[in-house]
């Protein structure tokens, strides 16, 4: 039998360590493996015995570009296991936060990360030297991301003001309003990017994917709602684990997610465009029409278009935060620990974050469970590979290369968190 | 005569050798060399763009990949040309140091002058304290750091 083998032995401009693994035997492609090296970092054992105050902060170690998803989705699940209801004025500034990350981490892979590809660059330093403006503003923007970090969660990276009931600390009307202004140039910044990635060359790809969101009754969503899917998942997050399992694959140190019933899914900011379009602001949809991306979109290479308008989306939002902005009278409600379950999904960038906490009387975790976008991606990102190396077997083995690295970068994976580079191989036989 | 100028220690605490950049940060703030101000900076090497905007003099210092000498000392000069790939003054996370650097050059955005230190690692162990040969590394360092800012960066 023909064998042949292609290797990339590190994936570069994704987040952590991993590598790319395709054997093709007699013209065709016959495995795709996504392999994740990246050492398993055990995160959920060292949970156990700890005070279930101190999840936010130790899960967000888990991943410096994403750190409020995890301080999110921990300090809601042991708020949800406490019974303890934030105050609408607290509950603003949770989503004024996490709008600062996905300015700032959608805008880090957006312009860093994922253009070079569209535009035949190696990589960021080279499309600057050619579209500085672009890079700039990018900067510009993941700058006002920064700022509404480092107010809100008391510094830009792996924030320390979150705590279960609020926060440490809460900002003056004073020390927000400044940031109105920020956010509306940087709204104009996301728009100009927005425009910029819509013109980009797609390839003509797209795939039936089963996609899986929040769903809020009112908002985008960010902090909370229900767990929805394209064909018809309907669930609360307490329920999440009778939907979906996780299992161990022996070329990964990180588990990946299916459907109980089998079947991968897709997570992040397709599947959120796709199933809350009708939550968007008029103002994001008419920019979507604009730029040619409409709700339906199954073109993967297109989510770069849809992660810059939530860029767009995410800005106005924090505009109009801290426009209502109205400060709660204390920065954090009563905590009470008591014994029980919680559980708790947020959108972080790249998609849904699952955390659950088995507490005991004192409030020490006895078991945690975390789930990461990219876990629960790595199975459809490993299905889309299969497809684009089955189209492009006969390209040049660079080129090959190429197309499956830009494949992989579609859905933004961040390794570090999922086990927390990539190589590609390919075995030709 | 000292002339205004910026320092941003590079690392990881908690990640043995990595802490050095932090290390000699530290040491030089405890000196309080008038017009220096020291900082010190994490995982986020795009946000350094931003740090040192305004500022003229500019010293980085960070760890070096482990190349089997732990605690030799690398001066580079970014006005010389691109920094060599092989310190591996790499990150685990998308854009290094290197990487920054390089970005500023091209979108005009390097201070005028600017020097960086790089330390051999031996390793990068979690938790780990510095090396025994790291950690006398950073002596010297810091004392070269002083020098040069007493004297003044060279002019590009």
């Known amino acids: 039998m023909a064998t042949k083998t292609i290797r ?73 296991a406490w019974g303890i209801t934030l105050d609408a004025r607290l509950r603003a500034l949770r989503r004024l936060l996490y709008c600062g990350e996905w300015i700032e981490s959608h805008t880090l892979h957006i312009v860093m990360l994922h253009a070079p590809d569209f535009l035949g660059f190696p990589d960021a330093i080279s499309m600057a030297a050619a579209h500085g403006e672009v890079v700039r503003r990018g900067l510009a923007l993941k700058k006002a991301g920064n700022a509404l970090l480092r107010l809100l969660g008391g510094r830009e990276i792996h924030p320390v003001n979150v705590r279960v009931g609020g926060f440490y600390r809460v900002p003056t009307r004073a020390e927000l309003a400044p940031l109105a202004t920020v956010m509306a140039e940087a709204r104009l910044d996301a728009i100009a990017l927005t425009r910029f990635v819509a013109g980009f060359p797609f390839p003509d790809f797209a795939r039936d994917y089963e996609f899986v969101a929040m769903r809020h009754p009112t908002e985008y969503p960010m902090n909370e709602g229900r767990v929805v899917s394209s064909r ?29 019933g089998g079947g991968s899914y897709l997570v992040g900011p397709l599947a959120r465009f796709n199933l809350n379009y009708d939550r968007l602001d008029a103002s994001v949809q008419a920019l979507a029409a604009e730029f040619g991306v409409a709700p339906g979109c199954t073109n993967p290479f297109r989510s770069i278009i849809v992660r810059a308008l939530e860029v767009v989306y995410a800005c106005e939002e924090a505009e109009r935060l801290i426009a209502d902005y109205d400060p709660p009278p204390a920065p954090a409600v009563a905590v009470v620990p008591r014994a029980g379950t919680g559980t708790a999904c947020t959108e972080a960038p790249r998609g849904i974050l699952y955390h659950r906490y088995d507490l005991n009387a004192e409030g020490s975790i006895l078991a945690a469970r975390i789930v990461p976008p990219t876990s629960q991606n790595q199975s459809t ?21 190429d197309h499956c690295e830009q494949a992989i970068r579609n859905h933004d994976p961040c390794i570090s968190c999922s086990t927390h580079f990539l190589r590609l191989t390919v075995r030709r036989q | 005569m000292t002339r205004a100028a910026l320092v941003i220690g590079l690392g990881n605490a908690d990640r043995g050798d990595d802490a050095v950049g932090l290390h000699i940060a530290r040491r030089l703030a405890a000196r309080g060399l008038p017009g220096v101000t020291v900082a010190e900076a994490g995982g986020d090497t795009l946000g ?20 089997g000498q732990p605690g030799r000392i690398h001066r ?24 920054a650097v390089e970005l500023a050059r091209t979108l005009g955005l390097l201070p005028r002058r600017m020097a960086i230190y790089a330390v051999e690692a031996g390793g990068f162990d979690p938790g780990a304290a510095l090396s025994p040969a790291v950690a006398a590394a950073a002596a ?17």
């Not at chain 1, 329920?239 to 140190?253: D, G, L, N, P, Q």
């Not at chain 1, 590979?385 to 290369?401: G, K, M, Q």
């Not at chain 2, 040192?52 to 210092?61: K, Q, R």
């Open chain 1, 8 to 80: 990339v032995d590190t994936l570069t401009r994704v987040e952590g360590e991993g590598a790319l693994e395709l054997d093709i035997a007699d013209g065709a492609v016959a495995g795709v493996r996504l392999a994740i090296f990246e050492p398993p970092r055990f995160f959920e054992a060292l949970l156990r015995g700890r005070a279930g105050a101190e999840a936010p902060d130790i899960t967000a170690r888990i991943c410096g570009i994403c750190p409020v998803a995890y301080q999110m989705s921990a300090v809601h699940a042991i708020e949800h």
């Open chain 2, 140 to 156: 010297d360092a810091t004392a070269l750091i002083v020098a040069e800012l007493r004297e003044g960066l060279a002019d590009a």
């Open chain 2, 76 to 99: 580079l000069d970014p006005s010389l040309g691109p920094l060599p790939r092989d310190l591996a003054l790499g990150s685990t996370h998308a854009f290094g140091l290197a990487e």
């Open chain 1, 232 to 260: 018809g998942l309907d669930i609360a997050v307490a329920e999440y684990e009778t939907a979906f399992a996780e299992r161990h694959v022996a070329h990964s140190t990180a588990l990946q997610s299916g459907l109980r």
């Open chain 2, 48 to 67: 350094l763009l931003e740090r040192w905007t305004g500022a003229a003099d500019v010293v980085l210092v960070d760890a070096a990949g482990p190349a």
């Open chain 1, 381 to 401: 990102i490993e299905d889309d590979l299969r497809i684009i190396a089955t189209r492009d077997l006969a390209l040049p083995e660079n080129v090959l290369r």
